[in-house]
């Protein structure tokens, strides 16, 4: 039987840190790479500026993870930031920027959840997608202004926009939760 704890001790803080640090090997070696390859092949097109997008509810997913694991506000938003400081300490291409925007996506992940502690407690589909729906905006808004996209047609930022609200939903949202609801299954969580 597993125990989650909705307070903030030890074994909460080493959890959050286990999945900020597993989440930013994956998202460096994993994704990552993945995006690139996709991103190189798109680039005959002028579509490769939607990959950004594409890929970017993976990159969303340690927030919904901790917030998982640890029911209690402020979770989502250090687990995400972990993942980005692991991510860009081990080579990350983004540099320094990713913890910024791990930053912005882990606490606009958290507003499907917050304020009410019972939200993160029960983990419902409404809101883990309310949270994806957040991350996307908050990621999109960012990255419109870090990396210049007001500069692209109106066009494709409209693909881009709509690409990250598919990729938020389909990894960020439906994935995780039906990751957790595995782990529901398997572990039988308890609340401590």
């Known amino acids: 039987m597993f125990k989650k704890s909705s307070k903030w ?3 909460s803080i ?3 840190a286990l999945i900020g640090i597993l989440m930013g090997v994956i998202y460096t070696y994993g994704f990552n790479n ?16 939607v990959m950004d997008m594409v890929f970017s509810g993976l990159w969303y997913i340690a927030a919904p993870l901790a917030m998982y694991f640890v ?5 989502g938003t250090l687990g995400e930031v972990l993942a ?4 860009m300490a ?3 291409q983004w540099g320094a920027m990713t913890i910024l925007s791990g930053l912005i996506q882990g606490a606009t992940n958290e507003i499907g959840f917050f304020p009410k502690k019972s939200r993160y407690q029960q983990f419902t589909w409404k809101s883990v997608l309310t949270g994806t729906f957040f991350a996307n905006l908050g990621g999109y808004i960012s990255q419109y202004f870090m990396y210049g996209w007001y500069k692209y047609s109106l066009n494709l930022q409209i693909a881009m926009f709509v690409a990250g609200i598919f990729s938020a939903l389909i990894f960020d ?3 995780v939760k039906l ?3 595995l782990f529901d299954r398997v572990l039988k969580p308890e609340l401590a």
């Open 9 to 11: 001790d030890i074994k």
């Open 14 to 16: 080493i959890l959050v």
């Open 34 to 49: 993945l995006y690139n390859l996709s991103k190189i092949a798109l680039l005959p097109t002028g579509y490769a500026p």
């Open 71 to 75: 029911p209690t506000p402020g979770s």
């Open 84 to 87: 980005s400081i692991v991510e």
């Open 90 to 92: 081990i080579g990350g």
């Open 173 to 175: 949202g439906v994935l």
């Open 179 to 181: 990751i957790t609801n």
